[in-house]
């Protein structure tokens, strides 16, 4: 039989807990509403600027403009770019996209693992803390960014930058990205995308040209005319010498903050699984509580009962 003053310490203990688990799930909710704004307001801009960006690139030949960053050679090295949070509580945020990352490097760069050419750089704590007691090399440099009160575009753009040049400078020769993409409050998809080196363009057109030929002509048509829609000043190749590094930059901050807004939306779902299991838990304390006490009560009744009987007897 449970003992009533440990019961009512651990109804007291869970009690807090609730509190405590109520109130994150409040704090992760206004987090979440700002991060998702962010997020969402990004994604059209960062869509548009690839799509001029890939309408630009496929007017010019190939001979005009050398673009570092499209360079494909051989993979001997790789660096992956891993995106978790800070802090935990938040379910299998950070442990899905771990996985994420381990699958990654099964399925496409076993080889290079063996031969310890994988490098994976951490932008979260959660991810450093992962990695690091395995048998990869590990840039932590940037593990911290994310630690800002209200981290922005300036903050995120050296880690950009360090993958950018690793590649053009052929440190490395492929740069893969795993995050976690905002879907809903409830859903999380973990996303690897191949950041550098730029895929070519896929044509629609050619796709479409055996199904539907006559929807493919239209296709090559609007293909032709896309340049007649751009005026550009100076020209061509100054603007994508410019545009395609903030391209890049403007996409790994797009990671960054999708990764930030599924954080918050993880967390507050796992708080308020917490506050209606601490719930589910007060409910069966309390019941034990009262038929501890009343085990309790029934036994001294029955003691004193068997106490007036015994002297009435003598």
Do not use: W
Not at 15 to 20: D, G
């Amino acid at each position: 039989m449970a003992n009533l003053k440990e019961v009512r310490i651990r109804i007291a203990s869970v009690h807090s807990t609730q509190q405590i688990t109520k109130a994150m799930k409040m704090v992760a909710a206004a987090k979440l509403r700002k991060a998702q704004n962010n997020a969402m307001q990004l994604r059209p801009y960062a869509d548009k600027l690839s799509s001029i960006l890939q309408n630009v690139s496929a007017t010019l030949d190939g001979g005009d403009f050398e673009n570092p960053y499209a360079e494909i050679r051989p993979i001997r090295n790789v660096l992956i770019i891993v995106v978790t949070s800070d802090k935990g509580l938040c379910g299998g945020f950070n442990a899905n996209v771990v996985k994420g990352t381990a699958s990654l490097i099964a399925e496409k760069y076993a080889q290079q693992a063996q031969s310890g050419c994988v490098e994976i750089m951490t932008v979260g704590k959660k991810g450093f803390d992962a990695f690091r007691k395995r048998n990869y090399k590990l840039n932590s440099e940037y593990a911290l960014i994310l630690g800002k009160k209200d981290f922005n575009f300036d903050d995120i753009k050296p880690a950009a930058e360090f993958a950018m040049k690793g590649f053009a400078e052929g440190r490395y020769d492929a740069v893969e990205i795993v995050y976690n993409e905002f879907k809903n409050v409830a859903t999380q998809v973990v996303r690897r995308e191949a950041f550098l080196p730029i895929a070519p363009k896929v044509s629609d057109a050619s796709s479409n040209k055996s199904s539907n030929p006559k929807k493919a002509d239209a296709s090559n048509l609007k293909a032709e005319n896309t340049d007649s829609d751009y005026i550009f000043e100076p020209n061509k190749i100054e603007i994508l010498t410019e545009l395609i590094p903030k391209s890049l930059k403007l996409t790994f901050y797009r990671a960054v903050l999708e990764s930030v807004a599924s954080e918050h939306g993880a967390r507050m779902t796992a708080m308020d699984k917490a506050t209606e299991n601490a719930g589910s838990l007060l409910t069966q304390l309390k019941l034990t509580y009262n038929q501890t006490r009343q085990a309790h009560i029934t036994k001294e009744i029955l003691e004193i009962v068997g106490g007036a009987e015994a002297l009435a007897s003598s």
